[in-house]
């Protein structure tokens, strides 16, 4: 079982940055891959980015370039900077671990809402 807290969120105006943090608990985090997710109003959850167990990255194309995800192990936290942020990144963020072999083990965190201002 793992539990996953997401701070970080707010408003921020267009061009601006804010950083996301996951904190988890519960289970070996490490092994875990890692992933920030999206939901806008009337949208369906997207991708945003994901960060494996050797640090390999992936980001949706929207996002390329303006955000970064990162983790730290030792602290069970994984990061999200989102930097010249747009008025289409508003969202409620999700943090998302889950495990590279069991497909059930898959948990989310409660979200934070983003709200880029124009």
């Known amino acids: 079982q793992v539990q996953l807290v997401e701070s970080g969120g707010g408003l921020v105006q267009s061009g601006g940055s804010l950083r996301l943090s996951c904190a988890a608990s519960?289970?070996?985090?490490?092994?875990?891959?890692m992933g920030w997710y999206r939901q806008a109003p009337g949208k369906q959850r997207e991708l945003v980015a994901t960060?494996?167990?050797?640090?390999?990255?992936n980001y949706a194309d929207s996002v390329k370039g303006r955000f970064t995800i990162s983790r730290d192990n030792a602290k069970n936290t994984v990061y999200l900077q989102m930097n010249s942020l747009k008025s289409e990144d508003t969202a409620v963020y999700y943090c998302?671990?889950?495990?590279?072999?069991?497909?059930?083990?898959?948990?989310w965190g409660q979200g934070t809402q983003v709200t880029v201002s124009s």
């Open positions: 960060i494996i167990r050797g640090g390999i990255t």
């Open positions: 519960g289970s070996i985090f490490s092994i875990y891959t």
């Open positions: 998302n671990a889950a495990h590279p072999l069991k497909i059930t083990n898959d948990y």
